[in-house]
């Protein structure tokens, strides 16, 4: 019984260690800046056009750029998931750990018993 729950233990801890490789390589694999593009709304309007270039729905505030088609800006949805993700995934590397600690003491004190 204690070699299959620390089999078990063991290929959990596995299963984690690919996720978090995988998760680390995504990130690093993606733009580091995080950047996306979004459609300029105040793109061919003057400035002072407060319908379109006194925004407040693009990040940053208003508007100061009528020439170019698109901005670019920060993805923070990226970067809050990615990371949130990652610590998720260390966090189980922390419970498995524990847990393994806790299986091999049992099976020590049964061996000596």
Do not use: H, K, W
């Amino acid at each position: 019984m204690f070699m299959q729950v620390a089999i078990g233990a063991i290929g959990i801890g596995v299963v984690l260690m690919v996720g978090y490789i995988v998760v680390s390589q995504v990130r690093s694999a993606l733009p580091n800046s995080g950047l996306v593009y979004q459609s300029n709304p105040c793109y061919g309007y003057p400035l002072s056009d407060t319908t379109y270039c006194n925004t407040t729905s693009v990040p940053g505030g208003p508007l100061s750029d009528n020439t170019s088609q698109y901005l670019s800006l920060p993805n923070q949805g990226y970067s809050e998931g990615t990371s949130a993700v990652q610590l998720t995934v260390f966090a189980g590397f922390g419970l498995i750990a524990v847990g393994i600690i806790v299986l091999a003491a049992f099976g020590l004190i049964n061996v000596f018993q």
